[in-house]
């Protein structure tokens, strides 16, 4: 064999070994993080972990309701601000700014989805988290002074600050996914509905959204799914101590990924304590998957019909 | 020409961009006729067409000087409702464009947003519209269906029915027929010769037989320019103008230039569209692919994720029985 045929088929190997490493690396992950984490399913009840809120590493307690419910709260605060917004901008984008307008936001948008999370979180520190205490926390317990708006922290670093900065991560990606989708919604069909005197809204309404519902849906599955994993924007703003129960928009929360950040490799000496760290993260991969094939797999499925 | 006047146009001029593709357009279109615009392929016939219920509002770039006086009223006035506009034309496309909802709420569809609430008056008009596009008798155990599962004829059939709810005086018909196999396209035919005595119906058409046997008058128009304008027989007998005679001996019947044939009969969705985006990755931008399928469902899938792939789709057409031709140009490279 001579050296070019040599060089050829090595390259094509090297290549090929690589592939496979990357492409295996998500069950590499999951395996590992199982192995880890299976010294602690052997002692305690998987459902007694995830559903009791005693979290005392000490005595030997280690119940992650408090974060789970922590992590579900801030993303529903999160979507509950950024569903609204990135289907209104998303509209807007595809139904009525003109093209050559769009050839320049299309970008600015990715952009914004591709800002590091930290600059996020910093921003957050700076800006929301000194809003939601002096303007919006003041206002909205002495307006409306029920659930959830009532609560003892008057710091700011809270969960609505947490939900508001993870709002305005994942809403760019969000808009690019409908936009996406809204773009496959033909320029006939608008023009049918249009052509038997609908207006633009009702076209919207009617065709459109009609059109466009399951891959909407997908998005913000997908939208839900990526601040399910955020870690550090969150971190910085949302208080970060244990709640049993989310009782207040206000009150700190304190989810999954942030607890891994900030626990794992410290007090490493406590029995358990890493590997129920580890199971943490174990639950946070699976739902995190089971979430994007959710999401991909509806959107592959309107994309087919 | 004495004829009641429906539709006049004065001095219209349309732009794209800097492409001018209409040249001083000034006709009048008769009331409760048959008008029937032909000429070759890119002559500015659809231009027209939807200059009358401004859907050439909605293309980018789009320019437009002159008046197009509907029931005397200015369209292209400023205090014109655009809404109210359309709503009194009914719109027929080349390719039938069901909405994404039932049987029943397709046609019911414009008199709902134009505020019609009762089911029972709902029903009533459901029913006869359907009627007087001829499918009530087929449909009517399916209503609550998708309207996408019907044949292309019955969907073309179902938008007639749908635009006619909408209570038009106009209909207009863009190549309506010419995506459809042969008896599909003679009932639709039948439809307009029937409703001819209730509407002003303006078509487009390249099938010249088909515009003999429904045009009182026709428009010949080439390049951007009314050539010819007249009663149908005194055109089709005696047309005054060398380019009328030309274009209805078949002299220059437009043949599009066609860099690649595929033949795709035998594959269905996705996979004809598949192979022929594929066949379009291999020509340069600007040419022109001509592919053959027999999949009623591709006739309306195809030119649509083509288009959406941002391709230009430059005709559908029924070649026999079975068979429809679908010619493509290639517009962009890659990505959109």
């Known amino acids: ?305 | 020409m004495k004829f009641k006047t429906h539709i006049s146009i004065k001095d219209l001029n349309v732009w794209y961009e800097k492409h001018q593709v209409l040249n001083n357009i000034n006709i009048d279109i008769p009331d409760k006729k048959i008008t029937v615009i032909i000429g070759p392929s890119g002559c500015g016939k659809t231009t027209l067409l939807k200059s009358f219920n401004r859907l050439i509002d909605l293309q980018d770039g789009v320019m437009v000087s002159g008046q197009v006086f509907v029931d005397g009223e200015n369209i292209y006035d400023e205090k014109i409702e655009v809404t109210h506009l359309r709503k009194k034309m009914g719109l027929l496309s080349q390719r039938p464009q069901v909405l994404p909802m039932s049987i029943y709420d397709n046609v019911a569809y414009s008199p709902r947003i134009h505020g019609l609430k009762n089911k029972k008056k709902l029903d009533e008009l459901v029913e006869h519209e359907l009627n007087e596009a001829g499918l009530w008798n087929e449909v009517k155990e399916r209503l609550s269906g998708p309207a996408s599962k019907l044949s292309i004829g019955q969907q073309q059939r179902l938008c007639l029915a749908r635009g006619l709810a909408a209570d038009p005086e106009i209909i207009l018909g863009d190549e309506p027929t010419s995506a459809l196999d042969p008896i599909s396209a003679e009932k639709i035919e039948q439809r307009f010769l029937d409703l001819k005595n209730k509407y002003t119906i303006v078509l487009v058409t390249h099938n010249l037989r088909q515009a003999k046997r429904l045009a009182d008058y026709v428009i010949f128009l080439y390049l951007g320019n009314i050539i010819e304008y007249g009663k149908a027989d005194e055109i089709f007998k005696n047309p005054k103008y060398s380019k009328t005679k030309d274009y209805l001996n078949g002299k220059f019947i437009e043949e599009h230039k066609i860099d690649k044939e595929l033949n795709l009969k035998g594959t269905v969705c996705p996979d004809n569209f598949v192979k022929t985006k594929v066949a379009l990755e291999e020509l340069e931008v600007g040419q022109v692919l001509r592919i053959i399928i027999d999949y009623e469902q591709a006739v309306i899938e195809v030119p649509k994720t083509i288009e959406y792939e941002g391709h230009k789709v430059l005709e559908v057409k029924s070649i026999n029985r079975t068979d429809w031709e679908i010619i493509i140009e290639k517009r962009n490279d890659g990505e959109i």
Request: charged share 10%.
């Open chain 1, 1 to 305: 064999m001579n050296t070019r045929k040599f060089k050829d088929a090595i390259a094509k190997k090297i290549m090929f070994s690589f592939c496979v490493f990357i492409l295996s690396l998500a069950f590499l992950i999951g395996f590992i993080l199982y192995q880890k984490a299976k010294p602690i399913l052997g002692v305690q009840n998987l459902w007694q972990l995830l559903l009791s809120g005693k979290w005392h590493p000490t005595t030997g307690q280690f119940g992650m309701a408090g974060f789970i419910l922590g992590t579900l709260w801030v993303t529903l605060i999160a979507v509950f601000i950024a569903v609204p917004v990135s289907i209104l901008t998303s509209l807007y984008l595809s139904e009525y700014m003109p093209k050559r307008v769009k050839e320049f936001t299309k970008p600015v948008i990715d952009l914004l989805a591709g800002i590091s999370p930290v600059i996020y979180g910093v921003w957050g520190v700076i800006a929301v988290v000194p809003f939601v205490r002096d303007y919006l926390m003041p206002f909205l317990s002495e307006n409306l002074p029920f659930f959830p708006f009532v609560s003892d922290n008057y710091t700011g670093f809270c969960a609505l600050s947490g939900g508001i900065v993870l709002a305005i991560m994942i809403s760019p990606l969000m808009v690019s996914v409908m936009g996406e989708v809204l773009g496959a919604v033909s320029f006939e069909m608008r023009e049918t509905s249009l052509a038997l005197g609908a207006t633009r809204w009702q076209t919207i309404k009617f065709v459109v959204l009609k059109k466009a519902w399951p891959g909407i849906i997908a998005a913000i599955i997908l939208g839900i799914s990526r601040a399910f994993g955020e870690t550090i924007a969150v971190l910085m703003v949302a208080g970060c101590s244990i709640q049993e129960f989310p009782k207040s928009i206000f009150d700190t929360a304190y989810p999954l990924p942030a607890l891994i950040a900030n626990t794992y490799g410290e007090m490493m000496s406590i029995p358990l304590y890493d590997s129920s760290v580890l199971l943490a993260a174990l639950i946070l991969l699976v739902v995190t998957i089971l979430f994007n094939i959710i999401g991909w797999g509806i959107l592959f499925k309107s994309e087919n019909e």
